[in-house]
């Protein structure tokens, strides 16, 4: 925990970076404390957060406002306060049936949004960098004239090089070796980062800041639409692989005789309890995307034997596969994203009984199964986290136009 007092051999304008984004990022995932609240979570001194805040508000980063009584003795502390729309990031989704954008401001408030279907067969690169290049026009268009992003944050449903942006594999998208990064920054030419990720890995990071796990440090977010993903938290940190492709658990071998999968391989988990595998079994068209799986859960709960047979067995494959990866990665929380939040309240007690069943004991005593509080939005909001990471390790690189950089390294 950062003290306010130097380490050997690193310089005051060092130390003063790294405190100050420790009130920036305890802003930014908690919202207004108050100068009390940020002295307990920053572990800083008074007069260390009283100079900081100083700074912050000199670059119109925060605002103080009155003073907030906390029915203890001495002097009310002032409530500190991230101005919004000081730096915003622009995030955008690609899913398979949709693609979505949002104009987020600091603090992770949501300044402008929109989500449009997007035809399944509307899926080579030139197509949807033309949607995503739409939509971030008409983001930028209902904004401030002047206002630049700062980053751009972009979650996709596929495997990912963060380092390149690279989308080495997407099979619901037919996707493969795709350069995703490189092209829409050509394309949306806003002068800032572009990052490209996997959209489960962003709803993990989502749910775990703002959503279904903040109390949480080892957390398994599962995501389903079409395909089924994973992102995973372990001790509070992403947990990625070696290139970024970790977390592909919808492609789990787990039925030796089951359907052929998009990814090639045979009987993989997202088969039996992806979207495909829900709408056939309720007698509808498996390519009848949200529309369908709307109609089933209104099917299911107006009692249709078909609907309740179809939930119930992506349910007993859903709690089978949970059972596996609960005894591999012992994670405090399970959140089920996209697909799988839709239709919670059907199959929560049949994967609750199959965990029961088929979970070692010492750790399925420790997990709690939940839906996404985020819902569909949850990838969206996570690219907008991922692309304010620089700016939270480091807000002096932000800080600086605005101010003497004389000034920040004072102590």
């Not at 993990?204 to 080892?218: C, K, P, Q, T």
């Not at 390519?287 to 109609?295: L, P």
């Not at 990665?329 to 939040?341: I, M, W, Y």
């Amino acid at each position: 925990m950062l003290a306010g007092r130097e380490e050997l051999g690193q310089r005051s304008e060092t130390v003063r970076r790294a405190n100050l984004s420790a009130i920036v990022r305890a802003l930014h995932l908690r919202g207004p404390l108050s100068r009390s609240e940020l002295v307990a979570t920053t572990g800083l001194t008074r007069s260390a957060i009283r100079s900081l805040v100083g700074d912050l508000v000199a670059g119109d980063f925060v605002t103080e406002e009155a003073a907030v009584r906390l029915g203890t003795p001495g002097r009310p502390s002032p409530l500190v306060r991230l101005v919004d729309e000081s730096a915003v990031v622009l995030a955008l989704e690609i899913a398979v049936d949709s693609a979505a954008v949002a104009v987020v401001g600091l603090g992770g408030r949501v300044l402008w949004s929109r989500r449009v279907e997007r035809p399944r067969g509307h899926s080579s690169l030139d197509e949807i960098v033309a949607d995503l290049s739409h939509l971030a026009a008409t983001a930028r268009a209902r904004r401030p004239a002047g206002e630049t992003p700062i980053g751009v944050g972009v979650a996709v449903a596929g495997l990912v090089n963060r380092a390149t942006g690279l989308v080495a594999f997407a099979p619901n998208l037919g996707w493969v070796d795709i350069p995703l990064g490189d092209r829409l920054a050509e394309v949306l030419q806003v002068g800032v980062p572009v990052g490209i990720a996997n959209e489960a890995d962003l709803g993990a990071l989502a749910e775990v800041r703002r959503g279904a796990a903040r109390d949480a440090r080892d957390v398994l977010y599962v995501h389903a639409e079409v395909g089924v993903g994973g992102g995973l938290i372990v001790d509070g940190l992403p947990l990625s692989g070696s290139a970024g492709y970790a977390g592909e658990i919808g492609h789990m071998p787990v039925n030796p005789a089951g359907r052929v999968c998009h990814c090639g391989s045979v009987g993989c988990w997202e088969t039996e309890v992806g979207e495909g595998a829900l709408l056939a079994r309720a007698g509808y068209p498996v390519e009848g995307g949200t529309a369908a799986v709307a109609a089933v859960l209104a099917d299911a709960a107006a009692g249709r034997p078909e609907a309740l047979l179809a939930l119930d067995h992506v349910g007993r494959w859903l709690g089978l596969g949970l059972a596996g990866l609960v005894n591999i990665l012992d994670p405090s929380r399970v959140v089920l994203g996209g697909l799988f939040s839709r239709i919670y309240p059907f199959v929560a007690g049949t994967v609750e009984a199959e965990l029961d069943r088929r979970a070692l004991a010492a750790p399925r005593g420790l997990v709690s199964v939940v839906p996404a509080s985020l819902g569909v939005d949850a990838p969206l909001l996570g690219a907008a986290e991922m692309t304010f990471e620089p700016l939270l390790a480091d807000p002096v690189a932000w800080l600086g136009p605005r101010m003497s950089l004389v000034q920040l390294a004072s102590a």
